[in-house]
């Protein structure tokens, strides 16, 4: 063979191995996609309406659920964020029951409106879990069960606490003249946290000034206590339906000139929340510049988690599943509060808390 001939050779040989190796790694990598689509064929998938990304609560509760469906776990998730729409959401529900995903789960911008696409999910045998707000339907088999808080209460509960810490002080309920920045109008929290306040304050006949929307955002919170300032100088308790609120609210009444605490008889402006997930909203109660937060728990990624395993195992679960909550403030002079025989305990923030 001359030396041409031989490198020709050698050339096709090294063709030759290339080849082999080549089909080598991609009978491989058939067998890892193979692999691959059994695992994928084995998970449950979830199709998760989140309203939004509209507070800090919000968010918790996005990160909640998705630390939960996770492929590690055994789940499949796909998550849409309908931006504080319920359109947005109605069609996010419709692309799941198109993509015929296992479970649907829907935290619902506001109670009504549902029943139409809920039906469509029933008539597709698609189980729908209700989480944090509720619907408000016509057929409850339209959804498999809810977990959420109990709006209503939580609202009752730092309605309550407010009136020890007022008798505590000797402030006559004449003298309290407050405001409600409320949530976004129509939703279980707004509605259920209205309610309770509506109910207290007649009860209590605090002085009610003025109802302004707040969207559960900061920028809306301050823009509502910036309304409020303008029309009712002599505010001086504001109850803000979210700790968002309550944030943007601190500052309209700073840069209003006014001094934010519990010492109303002095000028204060006494301001009280719900949530206490946020540690900028806890530093605020740690200041003493928001008085009492009622808590609002976020992390139901575990519970709706609970709920699809009773499932898949062939249980019923609970169809309603209220959560239990506490209450934070920067006082021990108030150690629990009680409604309906629910007795609810105050647990104190502090700076040295924070660090
Ligand atoms: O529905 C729960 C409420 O929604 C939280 O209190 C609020 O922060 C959120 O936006």
Redesign the pocket.
Request: hydrophobic content about 40%; aromatic content about 8%; glycine content about 8%.
């Given at each position: 063979m001359n030396t041409r001939k031989v490198s020709v050779a050698i050339y096709m040989l090294m063709i030759i191995c290339l080849c082999t190796i080549l089909a080598g790694c991609s009978s491989r990598q058939d067998t890892a996609e193979a692999d691959h689509d059994v695992a994928e064929d084995d998970l449950i998938v979830v199709g998760f309406s989140q309203?939004?990304s509209?507070?800090?609560?919000?968010n918790a509760?996005t990160e909640s659920m998705q630390s939960v469906f996770t492929k590690e776990n055994g789940f499949r998730l796909i998550f849409e964020n309908a931006q504080q729409k319920q359109t947005n959401q109605i069609t996010a529900i419709r692309s799941f029951i198109q993509r015929d995903v296992d479970y649907i789960v829907l935290?619902p911008v506001v109670e009504t409106g549902w029943d139409t696409v809920l039906s469509e999910a029933k008539e597709a045998g698609i189980p729908v879990i209700i989480v944090?707000?509720q619907v408000d339907v016509s057929d409850d088999s339209l959804f498999t069960c809810w977990v959420?808080?109990d709006?209503e209460l939580e609202g009752m509960l730092v309605c309550m606490w407010m009136s020890k810490y007022f008798n505590m002080r000797g402030i006559q309920p004449s003298a309290i003249h407050i405001a409600d920045i409320q949530?976004?109008l129509g939703?279980?929290?707004q509605i259920g946290?209205t309610k309770g306040f509506k109910h207290m304050s007649q009860l209590y006949g605090w002085d009610v000034v003025a109802y302004e929307e707040g969207e559960?955002?900061k920028s809306k919170g301050k823009e509502a206590m910036s309304e409020i300032l303008a029309s009712h100088k002599d505010v001086n308790v504001v109850y803000c339906?979210?700790?968002?609120e309550a944030l943007g609210a601190v500052e309209a009444l700073e840069a209003a000139g006014k001094k934010c605490g519990s010492n109303i008889t002095k000028g204060e402006v006494m301001l009280v929340a719900?949530?206490g997930v946020n540690e900028e909203a806890r530093a605020k109660v740690a200041e003493g510049k928001i008085s009492c937060i009622g808590e609002?728990n976020?992390l139901h990624g575990p519970r709706v988690e609970s709920i699809i395993r009773k499932l898949e195992a062939g249980e019923r679960p609970e169809k309603y599943q209220y959560v239990t909550e506490g209450i934070f403030a920067n006082t021990s002079d108030i150690p629990s509060v009680m409604i309906s025989g629910q007795e609810r305990t105050v647990t104190v923030i502090t700076k040295k808390d924070l660090q």
């Amino acid at each position: 063979m001359n030396t041409r001939k031989v490198s020709v050779a050698i050339y096709m040989l090294m063709i030759i191995c290339l080849c082999t190796i080549l089909a080598g790694c991609s009978s491989r990598q058939d067998t890892a996609e193979a692999d691959h689509d059994v695992a994928e064929d084995d998970l449950i998938v979830v199709g998760f309406s989140q309203i939004g990304s509209e507070s800090y609560w919000r968010n918790a509760n996005t990160e909640s659920m998705q630390s939960v469906f996770t492929k590690e776990n055994g789940f499949r998730l796909i998550f849409e964020n309908a931006q504080q729409k319920q359109t947005n959401q109605i069609t996010a529900i419709r692309s799941f029951i198109q993509r015929d995903v296992d479970y649907i789960v829907l935290a619902p911008v506001v109670e009504t409106g549902w029943d139409t696409v809920l039906s469509e999910a029933k008539e597709a045998g698609i189980p729908v879990i209700i989480v944090d707000r509720q619907v408000d339907v016509s057929d409850d088999s339209l959804f498999t069960c809810w977990v959420g808080s109990d709006f209503e209460l939580e609202g009752m509960l730092v309605c309550m606490w407010m009136s020890k810490y007022f008798n505590m002080r000797g402030i006559q309920p004449s003298a309290i003249h407050i405001a409600d920045i409320q949530g976004t109008l129509g939703s279980s929290a707004q509605i259920g946290r209205t309610k309770g306040f509506k109910h207290m304050s007649q009860l209590y006949g605090w002085d009610v000034v003025a109802y302004e929307e707040g969207e559960f955002t900061k920028s809306k919170g301050k823009e509502a206590m910036s309304e409020i300032l303008a029309s009712h100088k002599d505010v001086n308790v504001v109850y803000c339906e979210n700790d968002s609120e309550a944030l943007g609210a601190v500052e309209a009444l700073e840069a209003a000139g006014k001094k934010c605490g519990s010492n109303i008889t002095k000028g204060e402006v006494m301001l009280v929340a719900f949530d206490g997930v946020n540690e900028e909203a806890r530093a605020k109660v740690a200041e003493g510049k928001i008085s009492c937060i009622g808590e609002c728990n976020p992390l139901h990624g575990p519970r709706v988690e609970s709920i699809i395993r009773k499932l898949e195992a062939g249980e019923r679960p609970e169809k309603y599943q209220y959560v239990t909550e506490g209450i934070f403030a920067n006082t021990s002079d108030i150690p629990s509060v009680m409604i309906s025989g629910q007795e609810r305990t105050v647990t104190v923030i502090t700076k040295k808390d924070l660090q």
